[in-house]
């Protein structure tokens, strides 16, 4: 009885060995064919392009707008906080199409940009009115507007630069009512 037992335990891991073994080469055998694959594919030079891919064309600079600014940063010097400055970059449309600026964003909430709308044509200028606002500011400042537009680059960076000096500590206003 013994010994059946030990022959059927044997049998079974036999039978297991064997069905791991055959289950181990359709693996490597899989494994195989894929680094195959990939071995193909880095070779060529083929380039695969994903199924949701975009295609793109590259813009005929006769067909893009171009801006020529006469400056592109303002040094404002140094401030007090809590002032407001306002610069009007102008920029004429060098390009042989209309330039038409589809966004400007600002680097932080203290600068707030305004721009021309309308596209610009040829040869005519436009402008870009950057307000920085010093309030809770000190210290070196560089606030950044990024104007998005048809032109190549299709991205463009004014900057304002200058010094917030803070506010004295004892000079502060009364928050509050005040007692007379």
Aim: charged share 15%.
């Amino acid at each position: 009885m013994k010994i059946n037992v030990i022959h059927t335990a044997l049998f079974a891991v036999a039978l297991a060995l064997g069905t791991s073994c055959s289950q181990k080469s359709e693996q490597d055998a899989k494994i195989q064919a894929l680094e195959d694959k990939i071995a193909q594919l880095e070779s060529s030079n083929t380039t695969v392009t994903p199924v949701n891919a975009q295609s793109t064309q590259v813009a005929d600079p006769s067909t893009l707008g171009a801006f020529t600014f006469p400056e592109m940063e303002y040094d404002f010097g140094t401030i007090n906080e809590g002032k407001v400055i306002e610069h009007t970059f102008t920029f004429t449309n060098s390009g042989q199409s209309p330039l038409v600026i589809s966004n400007i964003t600002a680097s932080c909430g203290c600068t707030s940009p305004d721009w021309s709308k309308a596209p610009v044509k040829p040869g005519e200028e436009g402008f870009v009115k950057v307000v920085f606002n010093s309030t809770n500011k000190s210290g070196s400042q560089a606030p950044t507007v990024s104007i998005q537009a048809n032109t190549n680059p299709s991205v463009t960076r004014l900057r304002l630069k200058g010094s917030v000096t803070p506010k004295v500590a004892g000079a502060s206003t009364p928050v509050g009512p005040v007692k007379r």
